[in-house]
């Protein structure tokens, strides 16, 4: 899978890209990220990027020119001919839908996603009609540019390639990930060793919490529960307990989330001194 990232600051992405899954991915070729100085595409003497805004306002803004020139030379499809089950046009921008982990399982089934960082005021609008699928944003909250949000969207979606992660099963039984119904049919009840599996698909919601040893830390005890061995009870343990954090933390997930009659009963169990 390739990325293409045009930004205004190609170093930011150096660290980024040094460390961890990512950087494992990269190193074994399961991923590529290339970045592009926009301003190699201007044809002034002060390579000037951007200009003031149509109408006046605060601020300036990214020119198309370059953003153009720049996708035209690295050979991106014209958007009326794209294949978008290959290849993706995604601009970066507070404007934009807000990413998820459904955007990032997309994203990662392609061929090439070609990312371009928004800065200043904005980008010429014309950059989002003629030239980009997507405007993408990470969160509900305005950044200096566009940067940040490449590196999570990258981060985010080559972590779900086949052979990036030690497990094949990781990115299925994690926050956000699909529900049983969606997982692997052979791999939905059952381990490779055919002990039932002690989790269910989170279908959306937040993931169960976690413990390790010690057993007990200052003087809070690991349920008891999971050191039983009973997986069926643990699996249930662990959807309620998912369940109850989403209820505190994100509730608005539950909205959208594939619920079962069990699933509504242990809810409506839960009162706010709970929660």
């Given at each position: 899978?390739?990325f ?6 190609p ?8 460390y961890g ?11 590529a ?7 190699n595409w201007?044809?002034?003497?002060h390579r000037?990027?951007?200009?003031r ?14 953003i ?8 991106v499809t014209?958007?009326?001919s ?18 998820t ?10 061929s090439?996603v ?5 800065r ?5 609008e014309?950059v989002?009609?003629l030239l ?8 509900d909250f ?6 940040l949000g ?5 981060d985010?979606?080559?972590r779900l390639l086949?052979?990036?992660l030690?497990h094949?099963?990781?990115?299925l ?9 969606a997982?692997?049919?052979?791999s939905?009840d ?13 279908g ?8 390790t040893r010690?057993?007990e ?12 061995g ?7 343990w662990r959807?309620?307990?998912a369940?109850?954090?989403t209820?505190?933390?994100?509730p ?5 989330a ?15 001194d709970e929660?």
């Open positions: 899978m390739r293409d990232l045009v930004t205004l600051f170093g930011f992405f150096e660290s980024t890209l040094r899954i990512l950087e494992r991915a990269l190193r074994s070729n399961l991923a990220v290339f970045t592009h100085d926009l301003r201007t044809h002034d003497r000037t990027v951007d200009d805004p149509f109408g006046g306002g605060e601020g300036m803004v990214l020119k198309p020119q370059p153009f020139e720049c996708a035209e030379s690295l050979g014209p958007k009326s794209r294949d978008l089950s290959r290849e993706s046009v995604i601009l970066l921008s507070a404007q934009g839908k807000r990413f982990q459904s955007t990032a399982r997309r994203l990662a089934t392609l090439r070609f990312l371009i960082c928004g200043y005021e904005g980008v010429d014309r989002s009609q980009c699928d997507d405007e993408l944003s990470i969160g305005v950044l200096s540019g566009g940067e490449a590196a999570v969207i990258i985010a979606t080559v086949p052979g990036v030690g094949e099963d990781s990115s039984y994690e926050s956000f990930g699909l529900g049983d119904e997982c692997d049919e052979a939905a059952l381990t490779a060793d055919g002990v039932p599996r002690s989790t269910h698909g989170s959306g919601l937040l993931d169960y919490p976690h413990y010690p057993a830390f200052r003087g809070v005890a690991v349920p008891e529960i999971l050191s039983g009973d997986h069926s009870a643990i699996r249930r959807r309620q307990a369940l109850a954090k209820l505190a933390n994100r608005d997930l539950l909205d959208e594939r619920l079962s009659d069990d699933d509504r009963e242990f809810l409506a169990t839960l009162s706010s929660i």
